[in-house]
T-cell receptor, first 114, second 111 residues
Framework: GAVVSQHPSWVICKSGTSVKIECRSLDFQATTMFWYRQFPKQSLMLMATSNEGSKATYEQGVEKDKFLINHASLTLSTLTVTSAHPEDSSFYIC??????????FGNGTRLTVT | SQQGEEDPQALSIQEGENATMNCSYKTSINNLQWYRQNSGRGLVHLILIRSNEREKHSGRLRVTLDTSKKSSSLLITASRAADTASYFCATVFSGNTPLVFGKGTRLSVIA
């Protein structure tokens, strides 16, 4: 149990376009999901906490207008990278907690902006 | 700032040897967790140790926690090539606060 599905696993887009990444909890309800960003050989940096039915909480330094988060249901959160630039190229990972302690992660999305 | 810091950053061992990774953190924690990440994939939860626990085992994994030194260690015994991955410690301050990850240790197990 506690499977988190993230889609797509990789995406290439042109500079200036927007990309949507989906994160679904398949067999449990997640009122809270977390979005992380990871650069090569680096740690995961928390971008924002996605709360079902309310606004996301963004970490300091993360542009909320650039990284739009929507958590419209208990099983789906989306991250939209708007007006993407090459520096947005990264590995984005979502996670959700089943028991408020451990996190279950999606397999990540590799975004490449050309 | 990141809470956990793993040491070493990279570790290369022969199959069958034991691998030890350390994690230090800065402030009081509710619990500490270890995760594993295969290259280009998400993270998989390995083990959680509470702040009032000192040692925990799970299969070939052994985790210790020293709250006085604000450090934890992860021992993988009888390592296998399939253990090759990055290992991260993560700390939780309280309740639903999100995990804060360290920089990770990249473990390479050579067959």
């Amino acid at each position: 149990g506690a499977v988190v599905s993230q889609h797509p696993s990789w995406v290439i887009c042109k500079s200036g376009t927007s990309v949507k990444i989906e994160c679904r909890s398949l067999d449990f309800q997640a009122t809270t999901m977390f979005w992380y960003r990871q650069f090569p050989k680096q740690s995961l940096m928390l971008m924002a906490t996605s709360n079902e039915g309310s606004k996301a909480t963004y970490e300091q330094g993360v542009e909320k207008d650039k990284f739009l988060i929507n958590h419209a249901s208990l099983t789906l959160s989306t991250l939209t990278v708007t007006s993407a630039h090459p520096e947005d190229s990264s590995f984005y990972i979502c996670s959700a907690s089943l028991d408020s302690r451990t996190l279950h992660f999606g397999n990540g999305t590799r975004l490449t902006v050309t | 700032s990141q809470q956990g810091e793993e040491d070493p950053q990279a570790l290369s061992i022969q199959e069958g040897e034991n691998a030890t990774m350390n994690c230090s953190y800065k402030t009081s924690i509710n619990n500490l967790q270890w995760y594993r990440q295969n290259s280009g994939r998400g993270l998989v939860h390995l083990i959680l140790i509470r702040s009032n626990e000192r040692e925990k085992h799970s299969g070939r994994l052994r985790v210790t926690l020293d709250t006085s030194k604000k450090s934890s260690s992860l021992l993988i015994t009888a390592s296998r090539a399939a253990d090759t991955a990055s290992y991260f410690c993560a700390t939780v301050f309280s309740g639903n606060t999100p995990l804060v990850f360290g920089k990770g240790t990249r473990l390479s197990v050579i067959a």
